[in-house]
């Protein structure tokens, strides 16, 4: 039984966050999600999801998902007060996915300006699993240099890149294939059908796909 917390931030790809609220909200294994979203990243789902998010508040869920939930605990972000902000309230693993250069900055600082940050904090401090999906392009030095510090720290960067050994049809195939990737560093099972397994079982398969 897993607990997990989401946090959303301004970076492009709000839709592998999206995906992976799916996912784990499905999965029998994870019992309670905490779900929080950045001012920007309010805006930026709003953008490119074309949903009109608020972000503080239950109705966020339903944007997302299409219908409620009852595992999904919505935090604002500036509620510093909210209980992913202390360590006592255990969660297994933190996920902030995508995660903007301006998080990942206030992160490898140490800045807890809002509760994504805070949340982070926590999970560092406490020893616990935090996986940072970030996405800007081109990286500059202090970007890089922000990831380094937080991976010599323990926190898995796993940069939002798709890849294409699956032979993906769809914008859909890339995002499943990388949300999947998430699922394994978060711990949590799923009906993966993509894994590599050598190149024997994607010979001839140029026009073929995913198994779906
Ligand atoms: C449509 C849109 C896309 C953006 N994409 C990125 C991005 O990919 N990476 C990034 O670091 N910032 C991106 N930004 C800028 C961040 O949203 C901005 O730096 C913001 O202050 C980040 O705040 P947050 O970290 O609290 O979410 C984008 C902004 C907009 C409006």
Redesign the pocket.
């Known amino acids: 039984m897993k607990t997990i917390t989401i946090g959303i931030?301004?970076?492009?790809?709000s839709v592998y966050a999206q995906r992976l609220l799916a996912q784990l909200n499905e999965n029998p294994e994870v019992t309670r999600i905490d779900l929080v979203i950045?001012?920007?990243?309010v805006?930026?789902v709003g953008?490119?999801l074309g949903l009109k998010v608020t972000g503080t508040d239950a109705r966020v869920v339903r944007e997302l998902l299409g219908k409620d939930s009852d595992k999904v605990k919505v935090h604002s972000a500036n509620d510093i007060g909210a209980t992913v902000a202390s360590g006592s309230y255990l969660s297994d693993a933190m996920i902030i996915v995508?995660c903007?250069?301006?998080?990942l900055a206030a992160i490898a600082s140490g800045m807890s300006r809002?509760l994504?940050h805070r949340a982070a904090d926590v999970m560092m401090k406490e020893n616990r699993t935090l996986i940072i999906v970030p996405?800007?392009t081109p990286l500059n030095a202090i970007h890089l240099e922000n990831m380094l510090k937080l991976a010599r720290l323990g926190v898995r960067i796993i940069p939002a890149m798709p890849s294409f050994y699956h032979f993906p049809k769809t914008i859909e195939d890339l995002v499943e294939h990388f949300t999947h990737r998430l699922l394994d560093h978060l711990g949590v099972g799923h009906s993966q059908k993509t894994r590599w397994e050598g190149s024997r079982k994607t010979e001839g398969r140029r026009d073929g796909g995913m198994e779906r």
């Open positions: 931030t301004g970076a492009s790809g950045s001012q920007a990243g805006r930026v953008e490119e995508p903007s250069m301006g998080t809002d994504v996405r800007e």
